[in-house]
Structure formats: C-alpha cells, structure tokens
C-alpha cells in the first residue's frame, strides 16, 4: 500500500553519520520543518549502491540549498556502514560520504516503509522461512517538512535511481507550496506550471503548441 498523503513511518535506530559517528536512536522526527530523502538501498559492499550512494553525496550541496536533507537506509548493521564508510572509493568504499545512513538490521524499518523483498512465512509445523529477498528494495520517498510522504518510488534491486530526478522532485513540491500551481510532465525549475483548473490546463496547453 502506497505511503503518499500519509505520515512517514517513525522509527528508532542506531545511524552512522558524519561518515563514521554512531548517533543512538536516530529518528527523522529531528527533521521536522525541513524536507527529507529517505532513500533505502539493498546491501553495504554491493555493486549499484555505491554508485548512488555516491551520487547523493555529490549533490548534497543542492540538497541543502533546497532545504533538504538526505538520509540512507539498509538492512546492514551500524558496523557494516562504519566499515564501508572507512573504505576508499578506489577499494569499493564510500569513504567521503557524510549524510546519516541507517542500520536497519531488524529489518523492521524496510517492513514499515514497505520495501522489503519478502517476507517471513510460519508453516504448519511452526517452522520459520523467509520468502523473497531478505533485502530492501531500491525505495526513495520524499517527505515534506510536517512529515508527510509526498512522493515515493521502488525499484529492484538492479535499477538504479536518478539523482537528478530527486532534486527535480524537491524543486516542484517547492513550487507547488509556495505558488500553489501544478507540475506538468517533465517540469524543471524555471520552466512554466499550471494552475489546478480547467482554464489553467487549457491556457498551458495552448503555450505549449507555440
């Protein structure tokens, strides 16, 4: 079932932050006023996730200027991100990377969010197995500054996400906010919205045949 309109999940966990402080019951509640990018990612020490992982920490300027901030998220524990974030790039690592990252070894935060890739099954003998991958898919959601899931988008394992998309995302929840005008298909900062009418729509459609 889809989040969007609804309260994100709350949570406590240990994060590594800071690219190697552990912060003890860490919760995104303490983001309250800003926007956030809850992102989760399937394992430490893969192949994809470095790569977006990295990607974000690239454009966490932008993310700031945007009054946003970027959290990571898998169902490694706090040691396993420490280590990985103490590995040089040209090793594999993600050493350079300073946003929160969240152990989520329980795995109950990937359950809460509804990304994990399956589940826990009981038999008729009592016997306990796990069904699908035991892993976080690719999720990302964008929660607004009262906490409200605003946007959210699951991939498998194998598709990485664009991290020019999530900005472009933040730019139009901004707009709409501060103008009250919709984003069309492909809108980007600078580009022209729409007012939510039926002589808004007509208006932009006519500009667009121009």
């Known amino acids: 079932m889809s989040l969007v309109g609804k309260k994100a999940p709350d949570f406590k966990a240990v994060a590594v932050v800071n690219g190697g402080e552990f912060q003890e019951d ?24 470095p790569t977006e992982i990295l990607a974000f920490q690239e454009h966490i300027a932008e993310f700031e200027k945007r009054n946003t901030v970027v959290v990571g998220c898998s169902i490694d524990s706090q040691f396993s991100h420490w280590a990985w974030l103490n590995t040089p790039q040209e090793k594999g690592g993600i050493q350079g990377v300073k946003y929160p990252l969240v152990a989520d070894l329980d795995k109950t935060i990937s359950m809460k969010y509804n990304v994990l890739g399956g589940e826990y ?7 306990i197995s796990f069904e699908g991958e035991p892993v976080a898919f690719r999720g990302l959601f964008l929660i ?3 906490g409200v899931v605003q946007h959210e988008l699951v ?11 999530a900005l472009r995302l933040v730019d139009a929840l901004t707009h709409l906010q501060k103008y009250g005008e919709v984003c069309p298909a492909d809108w980007e900062e600078g580009k022209e919205a729409l007012k939510p009418t039926f002589e808004g729509v007509a208006e932009y459609l006519s500009h667009k045949k121009h």
């Open 26 to 49: 860490f919760s995104l509640e303490q983001y309250r006023g800003k926007k956030v990018i809850f992102f989760f990612y399937p394992l430490d020490f893969t192949f994809v996730c």
């Open 121 to 127: 099954v009981v038999d008729e003998d009592g016997e």
């Open 144 to 146: 607004d500054e009262d």
């Open 155 to 165: 991939n498998n394992l194998g598709l990485g996400r664009s991290v020019k998309e």
